[in-house]
C-alpha cells in the first residue's frame, strides 16, 4: 500500500488556502470562506479515494464505495467538530 500512497506536495491545501484568502480579501463573508474550504476538504479525500481506487485498479464500484467511504470520514470529522464547539 506504501507503494500506492499519493505524494502530497506543499500545495495540498492551495484550495482551502485560496477560499480563506478570498474571505479575507472581503470576496465574500469569513464564514463562507470556512464553509467553502471544510467543503473543498471533504471533496479532495473523496478525490484521493478516486485517484487511490484507479491506482489499485479497482472496479469502478470498489473504487466509488472506497472514495465515499473516504468523504464519509471527512464529514464525521466536520460533524465531530461541529458537535464538539
Do not use: C
Not at 2 to 23: I, K, T
Not at 69 to 85: P, Q, Y
Amino acid at each position: 500500500m506504501a507503494a500506492l500512497s499519493l505524494q502530497r506536495g506543499p500545495d495540498e491545501q492551495r484550495d482551502q488556502v485560496l477560499q480563506l484568502g478570498l474571505a479575507a480579501l472581503g470576496f465574500y463573508s469569513t464564514e463562507t470562506g470556512v464553509t467553502l474550504a471544510i467543503g473543498f476538504g471533504v471533496a479532495s479525500l473523496f478525490a484521493y479515494g478516486v485517484v487511490l481506487g484507479h491506482r489499485e485498479r479497482a472496479s469502478r464500484m470498489q473504487t466509488f464505495v472506497g472514495a465515499s467511504i473516504n468523504g464519509a470520514f471527512g464529514l464525521v470529522i466536520v460533524a465531530l467538530k461541529a458537535f464538539v464547539h
